[in-house]
């Protein structure tokens, strides 16, 4: 029996921990179930396909033809929004590294001294002091770093994300940090979008009927209808939504601290994000700078993959067929050491002074862990409560 | 058996952290990118308290002036968003510009301070802007061979 490894470049989004789904070779990130998303995209360019057939050549006829042209403008820039939102980073942040997750480890332990045998030991939280606010930092044990203020993980995309707004299936993506102004402004343009379809459906119905009378415009117009239903039940929703999204950027806040009722003003908590003054607090939030992506999805990395070439081979763990393998491994990509059962390879074995795009996985080291989710006294409360 | 295997636990822990140190975010005013400026212990004999005193305050400062919400970033945002955002397929952001700036800093003070010193230094953004990380380039000696 003998095995091979052999390396292979791959992107990064590839080997990308958490339940995203990437197309385009990595430039574009959804959530896993993308059945809404295409509900949302089949009514809005059904609606507008419809008014554009239907209402346009009328009114553009008797009315004016900016109309069509004006609905064009608002129609695309819809799609640009929606697509943006939903196809960009929300603001996810990557998992810690075995030797970051190792390091906060250690801290935690030390923080904590010693804990007598059979106690649970305290609530991994840090306290931090936010202009003038106490502000808990919650430890996330799946991507095992304390997570920054706002940030907070979200169980469908299994991401934690940068100033977690909520997650919309209607876009197909969590909303954060890097995608809430488009997300704002895909609501507040959809709003528009849907008031003047609405709005000229009726003046186009009045304008025919009164020639022909109603009936037979709806005869004519059959698409009328169909897109009066839609953007009646639309305009409840979604400018309610637009209309929510506007309060909680006037006040600097989340969906997620909303919904917490975290700044609720109860032991004389307040938001310690809010400028409080409504116009620094939209300008911060709508204009601010356009963070990056600290997920490097499109960047290359090695992978190493181990080959059995016998198809009879038994089944041992594969790290220890390669120590007794005769096949020398190829040269020309690999630059560490066979592996040998249980040895961890030194990371970044050759670390050059020039920024170099690959990058080596480390096998995670075979440390078990040194607390789980059930001994922290809060993750068990919150399960209890559960059931 | 339990005490050998809490020392083999131990060195295994000591020897992955050997070569690296962490600096953390500093969290005090808020959500803005900003780095600690707490000398850490492991770091004591390699390197002068100054030269990384003024490293993280420097990479503080780019930061500041990246999100720095003024009479630029409402242009550019403004303009942004009259043109869809499409304006960004062509245009870099000022984020992004002041990244660039960080990232031939951070190789500039890696080949004149921190590598004559056995230490390399990691652009944040690598790790997700969570930590400045110094990795030893040199191995420090090891009593027992894990």
């Known amino acids: 029996m003998s095995a091979v490894m052999i390396t292979r470049k791959v992107r990064k989004w590839e080997k990308l921990p958490g339940k995203n789904t990437f197309c385009c070779d990595g430039r574009v990130m959804m959530a896993r179930q993308k059945g809404v998303f295409y509900l949302t995209l089949f009514l809005i360019i059904g609606t507008c396909a419809l008014f554009f057939a239907f209402e346009c050549p009328y009114l553009a006829v008797h009315l004016s033809p900016t109309i069509p042209v004006f609905a064009a403008l608002l129609f695309l820039f819809v799609m640009a929004m929606l697509l943006r939102t939903s196809f960009s980073d929300p603001g996810v942040l990557p998992r810690a590294l075995p030797e970051e997750a190792t390091f906060i480890e250690m801290e935690i332990e030390a923080a904590n001294g010693n804990v007598p045998a059979g106690q ?3 609530p991994r939280i840090r306290n931090v002091q936010i202009n003038n606010q106490i502000v808990k930092l919650k430890y996330c044990y799946t991507c095992k770093i304390f ?40 609501t507040l343009s959809l709003s528009l979008l849907t008031i003047y379809i609405f709005t000229f459906d009726i003046v186009h119905v009045v304008m025919r009927s009164v020639n022909n009378g109603f009936l037979n415009t709806l005869k004519e117009t059959p698409g009328t209808v169909l897109e009066v239903l839609v953007c009646f039940f639309t305009l409840w929703s979604v400018v309610g939504l637009t209309g929510f999204h506007t309060y909680l950027i006037s006040l600097n806040q989340t969906t997620n601290e909303d919904i917490k009722g975290s700044w609720s003003g109860k032991n004389r908590v307040q938001n310690p994000y809010s400028h409080k003054n409504i116009i620094k607090n939209c300008c911060e939030v709508l204009c601010g700078p356009t963070y990056p992506s600290v997920l490097d999805r499109r960047g290359l990395m090695q992978e190493d993959l181990l080959v059995s070439a016998a198809s009879t081979a038994p089944a041992s763990s594969p790290s220890s067929s390669s120590s007794s393998s005769t096949n020398p491994v190829p040269q020309t990509t690999k630059t560490t050491a066979p592996l040998l059962p249980n040895e961890h390879t030194p990371d970044e074995a050759k670390p050059s002074i020039a920024v170099s795009p690959k990058e080596e996985l480390p096998p995670a080291p075979k440390v078990p862990p040194l607390a789980s989710p059930e001994t922290d006294v809060e993750t068990s409360i919150a399960k209890d409560k559960a059931h | 058996m339990r005490t050998t295997f809490h020392n083999l636990q131990e060195l295994r822990r000591s020897a992955s952290l050997v070569t690296k140190v962490f600096i953390q975010r500093d969290y005090s005013e808020g959500t803005v990118c900003r780095f600690q400026t707490k000398f850490p212990p492991e770091l004591d004999s390699r390197i002068e308290r100054a030269l990384l005193d003024q490293t993280v305050k420097t990479l503080n400062s780019y930061y500041v002036e990246a999100e720095k919400i003024g009479g630029q970033s409402y242009l550019e945002g403004c303009l942004a968003c009259a043109t869809a955002y499409i304006i960004f397929l062509c245009m870099e952001t000022r984020y992004e510009k002041v990244l660039r700036k960080i990232s031939s800093y951070i190789q500039e003070q890696n080949e004149k301070i921190y590598a004559p010193r056995g230490l390399l230094l990691t652009d944040p953004i690598e790790r997700g802007m969570r930590v400045v990380s110094f990795t030893h380039l040199l191995p420090l000696s090891l009593s027992v061979q894990g």
Not at chain 1, 152 to 181: E, L, T
């Open chain 1, 120 to 122: 649970r030991p305290p």
């Open chain 1, 147 to 186: 997570r920054p203020p706002r940030a907070s993980h979200c169980s469908i995309c299994d991401n934690c994300v940068d100033r977690f707004d909520h997650h919309c299936p209607w876009v197909g993506n969590c909303v954060g940090k890097r995608n809430y102004r488009y997300f704002y402004l895909f």
